[in-house]
């Protein structure tokens, strides 16, 4: 909780000044005034020592592994007996985040002041998401809070092993790629251009591809700061685009119309929502709260537009079948299908759960193979890349032959 160093005016109107903690100036105001005094400056206390990672927004992120083994920990020890804030303030000792752990010795003290844990957790929406917080509501007022923190805990797993598994057949070909990038870059500078002046004083005329090259070389080598600049600039341009709400439409709408991936990003939400969906239900969750919580939880913008519309329309008294109907190109004919069914015999719970462990697996099974067809489509393109290398060069170096004779 931070701290204020404040100043204020008793009843006979003497100043008094001294340092309290609150969440606000507001909260400040209010204890002060229950102790007779009257606020009349405040400005909270900064501690340098923390200044300089807490004023970067990338230092404020929480793993998903972190916040996984914090549910899984926290379930264990509610279960065991051992109340909420002694919990918190070992789980805040166990955790390596500077930050996460200053998150928990937070929500233990709003605890100790009679917050509720969700109420307490909602204050931190850059660490636990509005599907965390609103389960772990439903948990506390249902009584069934070490089950809904076992259920986060499986679905935070499940998430976390997609995501290993599509990063972990990625990085090969990521890594190849960059390679390639830099060594045709410095073939371009370096290279090139001693090779290129025999050409070019023979006075001859080149092949297209041949002159391409040239060019090339010649825009890089004879402009290094620009370029290397360029290398650098790009790619930041490129991040920057994309964190920015039309990159982001942009390059999710790329992820779900592009062929190699558009399978994978497809398969990994409707899992995700189907799980999601799952636990919320049986939780006790209503369905219309359940996909608006789902919703603020997409990070695709078209999932989150589809999941938005089914919430108004099931709100409206459409069943969930026919509302995510409307969106053929986000979920497939079987997905609606089996809802439809779960929705006639009453079993929606299980059936979203059989729906999300057989995408899980379908993922699983691309994945496995991902590395292999990616692997393929790598050999081709730097096959075709020294290809066209070779003939640039190789075939000027023919033309010279002929010159001389």
Same mark, same amino acid.
Request: no cysteine; aromatic share 8%.
């Given at each position: 909780?931070?701290?204020?160093?404040?100043?204020?005016?008793?009843?006979?109107?003497?100043?008094?000044?001294?340092?309290?903690?609150?969440?606000?100036?507001?909260?400040?105001?209010?204890?002060?005034?229950?102790?007779?005094?009257?606020?009349?400056?405040?400005?909270?206390?900064?501690?340098?020592?923390?200044?300089?990672?807490?004023?970067?927004?990338?230092?404020?992120?929480?793993?998903?592994?972190?916040?996984?083994?914090?549910?899984?920990?926290?379930?264990?020890?509610?279960?065991?007996? =051992? +109340? &909420?804030?002694?919990? %918190?303030? !070992?789980?805040?000792?166990?955790?390596? /985040? $500077?930050?996460?752990?200053?998150? *928990?010795?937070?929500?233990?003290?709003?605890?100790?002041?009679?917050?509720?844990?969700?109420?307490?957790?909602?204050?931190?929406?850059?660490?636990?998401?509005?599907?965390?917080?609103?389960?772990?509501?439903?948990?506390?007022?249902?009584?069934?809070?070490?089950?809904?923190?076992?259920?986060?805990?499986?679905?935070?797993?499940?998430?976390?092993?997609?995501?290993?598994?599509?990063?972990?057949?990625?990085?090969?070909?990521?890594?190849?790629?960059?390679?390639?990038?830099?060594?045709?870059?410095?073939?371009?500078?370096?290279?090139?251009?001693?090779?290129?002046?025999?050409?070019?004083?023979?006075?001859?005329? =080149? +092949? &297209?591809?041949?002159? %391409?090259? !040239?060019?090339?070389?010649?825009?890089? /080598? $004879?402009?290094?700061?620009?370029? *290397?600049?360029?290398?650098?600039?790009?790619?930041?341009?490129?991040?920057?685009?994309?964190?920015?709400?039309?990159?982001?439409?942009?390059?999710?709408?790329?992820?779900?119309?592009?062929?190699?991936?558009?399978?994978?990003?497809?398969?990994?939400?409707?899992?995700?929502?189907?799980?999601?969906?799952?636990?919320?239900?049986?939780?006790?969750?209503?369905?219309?709260?359940?996909?608006?919580?789902?919703?603020?939880?997409?990070?695709?913008?078209?999932?989150?537009?589809?999941?938005?519309?089914?919430?108004?329309?099931?709100?409206?008294?459409?069943?969930?079948?026919?509302?995510?109907?409307?969106?053929?190109? =986000?979920?497939?004919?079987?997905?609606?299908?089996?809802?439809?069914?779960?929705?006639?015999?009453?079993?929606?719970?299980?059936? *979203?759960?059989?729906?999300?462990?057989?995408?899980?697996?379908?993922?699983?099974?691309?994945?496995?193979?991902?590395?292999?067809?990616?692997?393929?489509?790598?050999?081709?393109?730097?096959?075709?890349?020294?290809?066209?290398?070779?003939?640039?060069?190789?075939?000027?170096?023919?033309?010279?032959?002929?010159?001389?004779?």
């Amino acid at each position: 909780m931070p701290l204020y160093t404040y100043r204020a005016r008793d009843e006979k109107g003497q100043a008094i000044s001294g340092i309290m903690p609150a969440e606000n100036k507001a909260e400040l105001a209010h204890t002060l005034k229950n102790q007779g005094l009257l606020l009349v400056f405040a400005n909270q206390k900064t501690d340098k020592k923390k200044l300089s990672w807490q004023g970067l927004p990338f230092l404020k992120r929480v793993s998903l592994t972190e916040k996984m083994m914090f549910t899984k920990h926290l379930s264990v020890m509610i279960k065991s007996g =051992l +109340p &909420i804030p002694r919990a %918190l303030e !070992i789980l805040a000792i166990q955790t390596k /985040s $500077n930050y996460f752990r200053e998150v *928990l010795n937070n929500v233990k003290e709003k605890i100790k002041t009679g917050s509720s844990l969700a109420d307490s957790l909602q204050d931190y929406p850059r660490v636990f998401s509005s599907l965390f917080t609103s389960s772990i509501r439903i948990g506390e007022i249902g009584g069934t809070l070490e089950e809904v923190l076992e259920l986060l805990a499986l679905q935070m797993q499940k998430e976390h092993d997609i995501r290993a598994k599509v990063r972990g057949a990625m990085i090969y070909p990521s890594v190849i790629i960059v390679v390639m990038i830099v060594i045709a870059i410095l073939m371009m500078i370096f290279v090139i251009p001693n090779l290129m002046k025999i050409f070019s004083e023979m006075n001859i005329e =080149l +092949p &297209i591809t041949t002159r %391409l090259i !040239i060019a090339t070389s010649n825009l890089l /080598s $004879n402009h290094i700061i620009i370029s *290397l600049a360029g290398l650098v600039t790009i790619p930041l341009l490129l991040l920057f685009f994309k964190s920015s709400p039309p990159g982001k439409k942009f390059f999710h709408f790329i992820f779900i119309h592009t062929p190699l991936i558009k399978n994978i990003v497809k398969k990994i939400y409707i899992a995700r929502i189907a799980r999601t969906l799952s636990s919320l239900l049986k939780s006790g969750v209503a369905i219309v709260n359940a996909l608006d919580i789902i919703a603020d939880s997409m990070e695709n913008t078209y999932f989150k537009i589809a999941m938005r519309r089914a919430s108004e329309m099931v709100q409206r008294g459409l069943p969930l079948n026919k509302a995510i109907a409307d969106f053929p190109q =986000l979920f497939a004919p079987m997905v609606i299908q089996m809802i439809r069914v779960g929705e006639e015999t009453g079993s929606s719970e299980q059936i *979203l759960t059989q729906l999300a462990d057989f995408y899980e697996k379908e993922v699983d099974d691309i994945t496995k193979n991902l590395s292999s067809v990616i692997e393929s489509a790598l050999i081709l393109v730097i096959g075709g890349a020294v290809g066209f290398f070779a003939i640039s060069v190789i075939q000027p170096m023919y033309m010279v032959m002929d010159y001389m004779e």
